[in-house]
């Protein structure tokens, strides 16, 4: 069985640029999850699919990123305009049933490292 | 709001030896996780703490957690090199979120 799959791997942009970002999750995982670690440090909630439906993104940073997941399925992050703070890796990660609501274990992708420069 | 801190960041350590690593959290959670990465791969679950007192043990490593004193444990035995990684705490938050410490990262020199 396939694992959460994430592309790019590495991603280098200049600064004011837009990058997407993919993730697909382990069919039939209906939630998605978004975290990332900027510089080393913790790594941080982003959003929360369920389905389609963005059940929480309160961690998103601001107005900048867009997370989408169309048809249920594999999901995208887009920066649009990239700034330098924004350099980090990103992580996908998905779940079946209910999730950690549940006792359901995270599965985690091996992220994509963007360097905005 | 819910912290949590690993100490140490950093640890380099002989293979044979035992070490510690502590995750402090802020406030009391039902569920803690202790995450491995290796470099540029993905994060691998290695155990899920569900109760006070709760402790698991999977070959060289053992976790254990007291909510009481806010306090997870990851203790290697006999360190190996194949340790070698950086090892991750989490707390669940809410319904379906993870607060994450800051990583360890563990190298194991023969």
């Known amino acids: 069985e396939a694992g959460v799959t994430q592309f790019p791997s590495h991603s280098v942009i200049e600064k004011g640029q837009t990058v997407t970002l993919r993730c697909d999750p382990i069919s039939g995982h209906d939630n998605l999850y978004w975290y990332r670690r900027v510089m080393g440090k913790e790594i941080k909630f982003l959003l929360h699919?369920?389905?389609?439906?963005?059940?929480?993104e309160s961690g998103m940073p601001n107005n900048r990123f867009l997370a989408e997941r169309t048809g249920g399925t594999y999901s995208t992050l887009k920066v649009q305009p990239a700034e330098l703070e924004d350099s980090g890796v990103y992580f996908c990660?998905?779940?079946?049933?209910?999730?950690?609501?549940?006792?359901?274990?995270?599965?985690f992708g091996s992220g994509t490292q963007l360097s905005v420069l | 709001e819910l912290k949590v801190e690993q100490n140490p960041l950093f640890l380099s350590m002989q293979e044979g030896k035992n070490y510690t690593i502590y995750c402090n959290f802020s406030?009391?959670?039902?569920?803690l996780y202790w995450y491995r990465q290796d470099p540029g791969k993905s994060l691998e679950s290695l155990f899920v703490?569900?109760?006070?007192?709760a402790v698991k043990q999977e070959g060289r490593l053992m976790a254990s957690l007291d909510t009481k004193a806010r306090l997870s444990t990851l203790h290697i035995t006999a360190a190996v090199h194949d340790l070698s990684a950086t090892y991750f705490c989490?707390?669940?938050?809410?319904?379906?979120?993870?607060?994450f410490g800051q990583g360890t990262r563990l190298t194991i020199n023969p």
């Open positions: 699919f369920v389905k389609e439906s963005k059940q929480d």
């Open positions: 703490l569900l109760s006070n007192g």
């Open positions: 989490a707390v669940k938050q809410g319904a379906q979120k993870l607060v």
């Open positions: 990660a998905s779940s079946q049933d209910y999730g950690l609501a549940t006792n359901e274990k995270l599965f």
């Open positions: 406030t009391t959670s039902d569920r």
